[in-house]
Structure formats: C-alpha cells, structure tokens
C-alpha cells in the first residue's frame, strides 16, 4: 500500500505561517494557550460525526494531537511498514447540535468524517495522513474533510481548503474582541450540488476528478494535481495555454511586481530557448523557468517550485496564479488581482473555476497560492476569541 506522508504544514497552512512572519499582528500576551472552538453541525446528515485535531505544537516543534481539553500528546515512534496511530478522534456534534473544544496553539489540520472515524497511522518519519487518490487508501470511502490553521502568540490563520479535494462542505469563522464575527467558506445555495454537476458537464477528463462510492454515492473531487498524477485528467491538460504563453513573451514582456507593498519590486521574464529568464532592473538574470507541465501549474511545484526566498519563490507564486487563472495572456503586468479577468481561456483550471463560482463570498483555496491578490478562503484575527468550524448541508 502506498501512503502519502504530508509535513504537518501543508501549502496553504505554510502561508498563513508565512503571513504570522511578515505582519507580527496581535499583541503577544494577547492569545491564551488555548481559545475554545466551536464545532456546529447543519450537515442534515445522521451520522455520527469524528474531529481530529493533529498538528504541531509551536512552543517545542513536536508533532501530535490534541484532545478536547487542548492538552498536547506527541505521536508515538512509528515504524516501516506504518503503524496504527492513536486513537485522537473526539466524538463530534449531532446534526443540529454544536461542541465547543478547546484549540491550542498548533499548526496543523482540524479533520472531520462521517459516520467512520479515519485510519492514521504512523511511520518512521512521522504522520501518515490520507491519500484519497490512491484507490487502496483506507480513507478512500469515508466521507471527510479539514480545515487548516496556525494559532499562535500573534493570533489566528484559519482556512477552508480545496488545494486537495472538494469534499464535505464547511465553513470556518473567528469571534472577535468586539463580539463581532467574521467567516468563510461557505457554498452558494446548492452550490454542493451545483460544482459536482458542472464538474460532470465540463469536457476534457475534468468529470473523471469525481471519485464516488461502489453504489455511486459521491465522495469528492480530487484536485487536478492528483488527477494527473493517476492518469484521470490528461497530462497535457494546460500544453495549448502553456506554449501560447511562451509564444507571447517570446517578443513580449512579462512584468512581475510580486509584493504588493513593494511596488517598486519588479522582475521582467522574456523567453528564449523554451526557457522564461527572469531579470531585475539592473538587467542580471536572477531566475529561470522551463515550459510548466500540467502537474507543476496544478501543484504549484516541480517546474513551478516556490522555495521560501524573496526572489523566486515569489515570482513563481505569481506565474503559478497566473498559469491557474490563465491570465497571462491578457495582462502582461502580474500578478492580475482583479477576478475580472480569472478563468476566461478554454484551457484553465476548471476546477478551481467551479468551487470559486459557487462560493457565497467567491473566495476558496482552490490551489495552493490562490492567496495571491487575496481570493483565498482565510480569516485571521490578533486577539481571537473564539474559533468557529460549521458543518455545511449537502445540497
């Protein structure tokens, strides 16, 4: 059996750890050890429901999970091949009823299922967490999701995330110190229903993301990254946009201001050879990318790789965006942040297209740099109160 070992961060929680770096929000003695959070169930589903809350914990790096009371326990040794985990499942709400635990200062996933807990196990290297694209995963037929978040001195990052799969519908909030709420993640009305049926309907392999129980019941969509990588979506998905594009700054001029509080900050890409050189003002060629395939686009890695620098990596945040959302072609200065311009070529993620469609404040985490020009599906607060995750109805 083969399992995906995932480092505790995954994408979207690495930015919003990113984001704790650069804005230092919150007062330090602002944020007690633990904040409650508040699980609520509208699902209209009667099954029983699990909560995970596994991470790492900020004050010794050790990675774990925490019970309902917030109190840490470091996984044990695991071993090769993999080992059962603990059992670290809390006993969620019933439809139409809410739990408060509590939160502690983590950078981790809260994970949800229904009516099966889920199968972690454990390696020599840490957490095996679940790999729905393999076919042999023991989570492949359980119904379940998670949301992703950093709490720590400066406050709370808490996200609903797609960078995976669509699944179990959910929306995450945080209270205030004024009371005040603020949340995201919620789906339109029949915005569950309606990605799944758009999905189906869009031509090219993109109906073959839906992976369904024997008695076709639907368990999720996978996202196109692990559609190409088990051969259900074309390998060659984004080629026809992707030579369009070299075609274009082969004569032209791609303008990349990567900060928005740097305007100033700027890199121009040309492309010679079938290679997209990079300069700076001065001329020198700081960095270079070979043509993306569909899997570095949808995964924002390999050709596309976004190491924590402050010169490549946000420049391929950048072109990644601008890869997923095709809108390279229409605007030579990136990154375009206006949603205007978001998914209009042929050859797009249709993915993404369809969950931010059908989102009620149009903002997901689709892909992994979907923060760039703020779409992404976050909310942050430096003095939280507490934090919220709902259940949402499958319709």
Known sequence: MRFKLLAVLTAAASLAAAILITTGAGKADAVPPTIPLQISNNSGRADPVYIYNLGTNL?????????????????PAGGNPPTPAPDASIPGPANGQSITIQMP???????????????????TG?????????PSDPNRDIVFNWTEYTLNDSGIWINSTQVDMFSAPYAVGVQQADGATKNTGHLKPGGYTGFFNALRSQPGGWANLIQTKS???????????????????PANVMDDYVNRVFSKYSSETLTVTPFADQPNTKYYGRVAGNVMNFTSSSGAVVTSFQKPDASSIFGCHKLLDAPNDLVR????????????RSTLL????QPDTSSANFYLDAVTNHYARKIHAQMADGKAYAFAFDDVGNHESLVHDGNPQRAYITLDPFN
Do not use: M
Not at 59 to 75: E, L, N, R
Not at 107 to 115: K, L, M, N, Q
């Open 59 to 75: 004050s010794t790096g050790q990675q774990g999970w925490a019970d309902a009371a917030g109190t840490f326990h470091p996984w």
């Open 105 to 123: 200062k983590f950078s981790g996933r809260v994970y949800f299922s229904y009516g099966q807990k889920l199968v972690f196990k454990l390696t």
């Open 126 to 134: 840490g957490l095996v967490q679940p790999a729905v694209q393999n």
């Open 215 to 233: 008695d076709g019941t639907v368990l999720r969509a996978l996202a196109p990254t692990y559609g190409v990588e088990i051969g259900a979506l």
């Open 313 to 324: 990596g946000p420049i391929s945040r950048t072109l990644c965006a601008g890869y997923n």
């Open 330 to 333: 229409v605007n030579p200065n």
